[in-house]
């Protein structure tokens, strides 16, 4: 390409940065934003990293290198950010049924608006696989098979319940102390690991572990975590009880589900991980400020502002990218890092060369889906205004395409 036209490019995108940046509300917290993209791409990536398909036969099988290699446990700290989610989440819920309340909008209507948003993404992900579950099906495709697929495909969902759930509890937990979904989880898991009751009990927690960084959204909103010292309090306690956990009590180092493995700290979530979580809320906490700075620069604004704007195509699609790949690429035999044992750092580099076919893909599914996510009741405006309208904050605008997550 000549440097003219590279040139050119470049400016274009430099010009709709400082559009978009001119156009985006002065009072805007661009550090939520920010910390919503990093826990939607660190959660995308730590997908793609440690989520293996083998194929064994006429069948895919689902693995992870850390059921091969758990020295590598430390990716999943780096990749593990659902608690940052729904810190974010509870901090912006409970700021928009504040914002609701005083202008006397009805909770339903509030709470309709905010689930729709959340929810309408989901029929193109539930059309589009059980049309391929059913095309599996008819061509003889092993069950197996199928179920893997779909169950990796839909795994995203499981998130969305529970946020939904929490976001329509925002009423009653906005004053809620954080300790006390904490005591459940710790009592939870006495129950379950220390006194044998039934480890279903443990599902218990999956509303009450993430309620813990949910309450701490609502007490960023009141205030209360504005000091740096709520922040180290978090990161230093929460590191401290997470290190104790897996050293001296036994708690799985993987921040993730491992194939295999007896317990997991995700599935439900065990007390480490909700330690784990309350370390990773305090880091945000403290980022703040940092990233309030780094967000003034266009560029890097309107990147976050993009990846807001796609969260859910991102979030919904992903898992559905990475398998497209891989059933794609089964026809040129098994191939490393795609189809192949995840035992070996042979298979971790070819899987870092892959992420940028991932990455493409989920381009694709991301041309063919985002309009359906944003497409509303009323006719919209293309361009950068449109893109800043809908992505105001929800005391400025009743249209909003991304969920607030």
């Not at 795609?338 to 989920?362: G, M, S």
């Not at 009741?377 to 105001?392: C, F, L």
């Amino acid at each position: 390409m000549p440097e003219s036209s590279v040139r050119h490019a470049w400016d274009g995108i430099r010009q709709g940065a400082d559009r978009i940046d001119a156009a985006t509300p002065a009072d805007r917290d661009r550090a939520v934003d920010a910390l919503r993209a990093f826990a939607i791409l660190g959660v995308v990536l730590g997908h793609w990293l440690v989520t293996a398909l083998v194929a064994d036969g006429g069948t895919l099988q689902a693995s992870s290198p850390l059921q091969h290699l758990p020295w590598l446990a430390p990716i999943s700290w780096a990749f593990q950010t659902l608690a940052v989610f729904f810190l974010v989440g509870g901090h912006v819920a409970t700021r928009s049924y504040t914002a609701a309340r005083a202008k006397g909008t009805p909770y339903r209507h509030w709470l309709t608006a905010r689930l729709s948003r959340l929810f309408k993404p989901v029929a193109a992900v539930l059309a589009l696989w059980t049309v391929a579950a059913t095309a599996l099906f008819l061509s003889g495709a092993e069950f197996e098979t199928i179920r893997t697929l779909v169950k990796l495909a839909l795994s995203p969902l499981w998130f969305l319940v529970v946020f939904a759930a929490l976001t329509a509890a925002t009423p009653l937990v906005t004053r809620l102390n954080p300790l006390w979904p904490l005591a459940v989880v710790l009592h939870v898991d006495l129950l379950r690991f220390g006194l044998g009751a039934p480890q279903s009990l443990g599902w218990v927690n999956l509303a009450a572990g993430w309620l813990v960084p949910y309450t701490l959204g609502a007490a960023w909103t009141r205030g209360e975590l504005d000091g740096r010292r709520a922040g180290w309090t978090l990161l230093a306690g929460g590191t401290a009880a997470t290190v104790a956990l897996v050293a001296l009590a036994g708690y799985p180092a993987s921040m993730v589900g491992v194939p295999g493995e007896t317990v997991s700290n995700l599935n439900p979530p065990t007390l480490a991980a909700v330690t784990f979580g309350l370390a990773q809320c305090g880091l945000a906490l403290l980022l703040r400020d940092r990233l309030r700075r780094t967000m003034r620069r266009p560029l890097a604004w309107a990147a976050v502002a993009f990846v807001n704007l796609s969260a859910m195509t991102i979030f919904l699609w992903h898992q559905t990218a990475l398998m497209a790949t891989t059933a794609t690429g089964l026809p040129a035999g098994h191939l490393p890092g795609l189809h192949t044992v995840p035992d070996n750092l042979t298979w971790v580099a070819a899987r870092l060369a892959w992420l940028p076919v991932f990455a493409l893909v989920l381009t694709a599914c991301w041309t063919a889906f985002h309009s359906y996510e944003l497409r509303g009741p009323r006719r919209r405006s293309t361009g950068p205004s449109r893109v800043i309208r809908a992505h105001r904050s929800p005391d400025r605008t009743r249209t909003r395409p991304v969920p607030r997550a």
